[in-house]
């Protein structure tokens, strides 16, 4: 095993390094879950699409670059590097794309991969509904056919960046008849369509970017049902792949938070009990051994390799990872970590809080956590299902 970067690799990086140090805004832009911010990310979004660094490992057609995995997880590292803002179509590009190019027909792909690479069309990703979060079986959202369109009815909640999204993907009964997987369709929503109602929910921290989302009899065409009529589970079990096991969350993003975590240590070392450092170093070293495994798996993605049950093991250990390195900052800070970053007496906390605050949400967004447990029980070790 070679573990260099080839020199076309090294240049990529320098590319890369070079386009973002020239472009990324000087100064974080607003929070993508408010009007304002979604507003500023879709044009730096439009911005990353034009210097050609959208999505680098879709092909040039979708508004890719052509590039393999691995120059994926080196962009990924360059990205985080020069603290370039989060991405606002992570539904759209991390999870819905890889899925249409997997099941999706020419004119799919066609229609709804470039919009989508550019950000010109913003996704949500709905699946829960008041009675069906875990137990994603139990969907009664109907979209029933009449014609050559589906009618839907009924509700989906907990939307993320549904408020300023334009289009939702996602799961709808198409046979009444059905029971649990069977019946379900993947479907592709406008949603500015007549009958679909936005409603953003409130969030702990006051902004407003998750939404629940109804359909009064909202008309959706045919040619946008994404893989065959009532076998939508399996479409959307490759979507949930994407999400806890590669593309949603590259080590890039927790080599940062590890990196910001051991200057944190550095600059309160005075102050911080010493034990924190051995805390410290766990996350360090854990957040690299997310990466080799990261790398380890698009190795053998490269060699015709699918993501299968063990994305439930990634998905746990990034999510505990995200967790256990806010909570030793929270304790790295001591009582100034609930202090807002441009209180007086803050001293650079920073956005440590907000961090903690989402990373209570991993373990229960992608999927729970125990529900991960669940499948590496049943589907990894064999052990009886529950
Ligand atoms: C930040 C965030 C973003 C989200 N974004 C989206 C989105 O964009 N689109 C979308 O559709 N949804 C989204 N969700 C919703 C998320 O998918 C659900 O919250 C999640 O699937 C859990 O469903 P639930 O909230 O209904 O909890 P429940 O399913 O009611 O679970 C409650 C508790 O019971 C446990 N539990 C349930 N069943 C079992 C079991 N069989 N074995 C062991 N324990 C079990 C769960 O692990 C959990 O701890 C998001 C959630 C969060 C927090």
């Known amino acids: 095993m070679d573990l260099r970067y080839t020199a076309a690799q090294d240049s990529f990086r320098a590319e890369v390094r070079a386009w973002l140090e020239a472009n990324v805004p000087a100064e974080p832009l607003a929070s993508f879950d408010t009007l304002e911010g979604s507003l500023a990310h879709r044009r730096w979004e439009a911005k990353l699409h034009a210097g050609g660094f959208a999505m680098v490992p879709w092909p040039v057609e979708y508004g890719g670059r052509g590039a393999d995995l691995l120059e994926w997880l080196i962009f990924e590292e360059e990205y985080y590097r020069a603290g370039a803002p989060r991405r606002i179509n992570q539904n759209g590009i991390f999870l819905l794309g890889p899925t249409l190019m997997e099941f999706g027909t020419p004119e799919q792909k066609a229609r709804f991969l470039p919009k989508m690479a550019s950000s010109e069309e913003v996704w949500a990703q709905g699946w829960s509904e008041p009675n069906a979060g875990s137990d994603m079986a139990a969907i009664q959202t109907t979209a029933l056919r009449d014609g050559d ?220 956590n125990e529900i991960q447990r669940n499948v590496i029980a049943e589907r990894i070790l064999g052990l009886p299902r529950e």
């Open 149 to 368: 369109h589906f009618v839907l009815r009924g509700q989906k909640t907990w939307a993320s960046r549904g408020a300023f999204a334009d289009w939702l993907f996602g799961l709808f009964r198409t046979d009444p008849d059905s029971e649990r997987h069977k019946g379900l369709t993947f479907l592709l929503v406008p949603l500015d369509a007549p009958g679909v109602t936005v409603r953003p929910i409130a969030q702990l921290d006051g902004e407003t970017g998750f939404a629940e989302v109804f359909f009064d009899d909202a008309r959706v065409p045919v040619a946008n049902r994404l893989g065959p009529e009532g076998e939508g589970w399996k479409v959307a079990m490759a979507t949930a792949g994407f999400e806890r096991g590669l593309m949603l969350r590259s080590p890039a993003r927790f080599q940062d938070t590890a990196q910001r975590l051991v200057a944190l240590y550095r600059e309160n070392e005075a102050s911080a009990d010493p034990l924190l450092r051995e805390a410290v170093l766990r996350c360090w070293v854990e957040a690299e051994a997310y990466t080799l495994e990261t790398y380890r798996t698009v190795s053998r993605l490269l060699s015709g390799g699918k993501i299968g049950a063990e994305a439930s093991l990634n998905k746990i250990f990034w999510s505990e990872l995200d967790l256990r390195m806010h909570e030793t900052a929270l304790r790295i800070l001591g009582p100034r970590a609930e202090l807002l970053p441009e209180a007086p007496a803050a001293r650079g906390v920073g956005d440590w809080l907000d961090g903690y605050l989402f990373s209570l949400s991993g373990p229960i967004y992608a999927g729970t």
